[in-house]
T-cell receptor, first 112, second 115 residues
Framework: QKEVEQNSGPLSVPEGAIASLNCTYS??????FFWYRQYSGKSPELIMSIYSNGDKEDGRFTAQLNKASQYVSLLIRDSQPSDSATYLCAVNSSGNTGKLIFGQGTTLQVKP | DAGVIQSPRHEVTEMGQEVTLRCKPISGHDYLFWYRQTMMRGLELLIY????????DSGMPEDRFSAKMPNASFSTLKIQPSEPRDSAVYFCASSWSSGNTGELFFGEGSRLTVL
């Protein structure tokens, strides 16, 4: 079992729709969770972090965390073509908090 | 402020040659990470340093890979000898311990092609 799992996609949504990206992780002791966005040919950039169960909203982005289910998600409301990118879920290792483990990423395509 | 600076941006070399990748972290950051990204394996952590000291090198694939951080503003990742399977994009990232170490700032990456 991979430590951090994501559906590779591509996930295709029409402009203006809600895009839902999901991630599961295996380390039950993990405490910190992140979403990074990576445009093609570019480096990853942090867009959201979440540390406690529930929802965290930032503009059009909402991160959701359920530690009991070991599940993290990212919702993008009013999706724009500029949101088309690969979204990487990342989780801190509980036994080694400096260690950040990334999922394979989900490619999102927002069609005009 | 300057971000994380990596060099070279692109490197094409032949199998068996030595490759050295360089990184300058953001000033004040005390964590430095080396990641490798391929289509097949995604983004893999190779090694990370805290205050110039290697903390976890369990991701370094084999003895051909080595990394150093002689001071707070410079790190190298060396591959000797290089092999075609080492072809990947190598990212350096840094963060600071007063924040959460998951909030990484990545360089633009070094794209390595080994022929």
């Amino acid at each position: 079992q991979k430590e951090v799992e994501q559906n590779s996609g591509p996930l295709s949504v029409p402009e203006g729709a809600i895009a839902s990206l999901n991630c599961t992780y295996s380390d039950r002791g993990s405490q910190s969770f992140f979403w990074y966005r990576q445009y093609s040919g570019k480096s990853p950039e942090l867009i959201m972090s979440i540390y406690s169960n529930g929802d965290k909203e930032d503009g059009r982005f909402t991160a959701q965390l359920n530690k009991a289910s070991q599940y993290v998600s990212l919702l993008i409301r009013d999706s724009q073509p500029s949101d088309s990118a690969t979204y990487l879920c990342a989780v801190n290792s509980s036994g080694n908090t400096g260690k950040l483990i990334f999922g394979q990423g989900t490619t999102l395509q927002v069609k005009p | 402020d300057a971000g994380v600076i990596q060099s070279p941006r692109h490197e094409v070399t032949e199998m068996g040659q030595e490759v050295t990748l360089r990184c300058k972290p953001i000033s004040g950051h005390d964590y430095l990470f080396w990641y490798r990204q391929t289509m097949m394996r995604g983004l893999e952590l190779l090694i990370y340093f805290n205050n110039n000291v290697p903390i976890d090198d369990s991701g370094m694939p084999e003895d051909r890979f080595s990394a150093k951080m002689p001071n707070a503003s410079f790190s190298t990742l060396k591959i000797q000898p290089s092999e075609p399977r080492d072809s990947a994009v190598y990212f350096c990232a840094s963060s600071w311990s007063s924040g959460n170490t998951g909030e990484l700032f990545f360089g633009e990456g070094s794209r390595l092609t080994v022929l």
